[in-house]
């Protein structure tokens, strides 16, 4: 039993904060134990292994304080018998980020599988026997170990394409999805609007702790839809439980608020510096990121510009059915405009949806499958540019296929010349795309222009 001193270090480093725990010569393991969820054991010189052990490498080029690709090395190696390397692996974590407390557990896990039994991560005899209290920090540390490993081993995922992220306009540089169900945060760049956009950044997030899709205010879930980033509040001018930064969304969106739904205050933030992470379901709503994560893509996100689309379960598409859905849509808003420009009322109304919908002002068009009595001048020239196309993710109150279009319009009616930046609800409705809902929007806080006073039937 010459390592329970180590065990008994490493129990207090957990859960009292204390330094990291020197690594043993012995690193040979006495006991099982598996922390691939099931994956069976790897085998150190095969091709899963060393591509593995690869891409986690490159990672760590890239960004040596990517702490998750360092605890991911630790298990790969520990899988595949190299346990001093997992050890190594581990050590540097805890050694440059003691308060990442899932990395000194299973670092703990692993010396203590030299003299007992360790079934999987966080259950052997040491822990067992904390009291009920403290013993419930285990559970939230187990949990969120098995959402980093299974976003890992689900990885190949990452060569699809986000089926929520069509088409990003020219202004915008990057977009952030959510997946709440695997509880990832990834950061797409725009490489293009004719171009799939590229895959920048992928981190583990926290989550409102109730499961769902948010509602009302207080009811402590995280929202389903597209935003956008509104602001940036640097970590200085915060209360420190918000860590290094936040970003507000605009959450109620235009859908939220038609279906009557209420609160606010949802961020994207850090975390108090005491701590590297927190368990997978445990913010009041908002999108919790690590402080350092947070700190490596916070001059990527652009407010008013970045794109913020959080899914229950995000969908990935292989390349030629995300272009089929793409081109859909824009194919049915070329032809939106061009019946707008034709100034035939007719052929441009049959593009509303029966449940089209009016801001609460009704400024926006009018409802009924209408749409906005704006048609009439024959020879307007109407173009369309900047354009991004955000697929609404499924939820259990938004089960259709909805595209949000955001995008700047361009009016030259010999004469009266205006731009604006539009947002359309596009609906697909037995095959066919129909607009549910149009915003004029507004810019730095200021209203822009009403189109309806340049568009008014003659």
């Known amino acids: ?81 190299q346990f001093e390397r997992a050890l190594a692996a581990l050590d540097s974590v805890v050694r440059q980020a003691p308060q990442f407390h899932l990395a000194q557990m299973i670092k703990g896990d692993i010396l203590m599988s030299r003299v007992a039994k360790v079934s999987g991560i966080g259950h052997n005899a040491l822990l067992h026997a904390m009291p009920d209290s403290r013993y419930v920090l285990v559970e939230d540390l187990r949990e969120e170990a098995r959402m980093r490993l299974r976003a890992y081993l689900q990885r190949q995922n990452r060569q699809k394409l986000p089926g929520q992220l069509l088409r990003m306009g020219e202004s915008v540089e990057t977009a952030v999805l959510v997946d709440k169900q695997t509880h990832r945060l990834y950061l797409f760049g725009n490489t293009g609007v004719d171009r799939p956009p590229e895959l920048l950044y992928d981190f583990y997030i926290s989550t409102g702790r109730k499961r769902g899709n948010k509602a009302w205010k207080g009811d402590l879930r995280t929202p389903e839809g597209v935003y956008f980033v509104t602001s940036f509040m640097p970590g200085s001018q915060l209360p420190e439980k918000y860590g290094a ?17 209420s609160g606010g205050g949802i961020w994207l933030h850090g975390i108090t510096r005491a701590f590297y992470s927190r368990p997978p379901l ?33 969908e990935w598409l292989e390349e030629d059915v995300w272009l089929e859905r793409k081109n859909s849509v824009m194919q049915a808003l070329q032809i939106w405009r061009e019946d707008w420009e034709s100034g035939d009322i007719s052929r441009y109304q049959a593009h509303y949806s029966a449940n089209f919908w009016t801001d609460e002002s009704g400024s926006a068009g009018q409802a009924g499958g209408k749409g906005p009595e704006r048609t009439g001048i024959r020879g307007a020239r109407i173009s369309i540019d900047d354009l991004s196309l955000l697929a609404y993710p499924r939820a259990s109150d938004v089960n259709q296929d909805i595209v949000v279009a955001d995008f700047r319009l361009a009016f030259d009616a010999g004469g009266s010349i205006g731009r604006w930046k539009k947002r359309l ?34």
């Open 282 to 314: 445990d913010s009041e709503g908002c999108i919790v990121l690590s402080n350092i994560d947070l700190e490596q893509i916070a001059a990527l996100i652009s407010p008013g510009s970045t794109p913020f689309i959080i899914a229950g379960r995000l």
């Open 1 to 81: 039993m010459k390592n329970c001193g180590f065990l008994i270090a490493l129990i207090a480093a957990v859960f009292y904060g204390c330094s990291s725990v020197p690594l043993s010569s012995d690193t040979t393991a006495v006991h099982s134990v598996s922390f691939s969820g099931g994956a069976g054991r790897l085998e150190q010189h095969s091709a899963q292994v060393q591509r593995a052990l690869q891409e986690l490498d490159e990672r760590i080029a890239r960004y040596p304080q990517d702490y998750e690709a360092l605890l991911l090395k630790g298990l790969i190696h520990f899988e595949s018998r």
């Open 425 to 458: 609800y596009l609906n697909r409705e037995q095959g066919r795309w129909y607009v549910l809902h149009e915003a004029d929007l507004t810019e730095n806080g200021v209203a822009v222009a009403d189109i309806d006073s340049l568009l008014r039937p003659d």
């Open 245 to 261: 930064a936040a970003f507000p969304i605009n959450y109620p969106n235009e859908l939220d608020r038609h279906q009557r739904k």
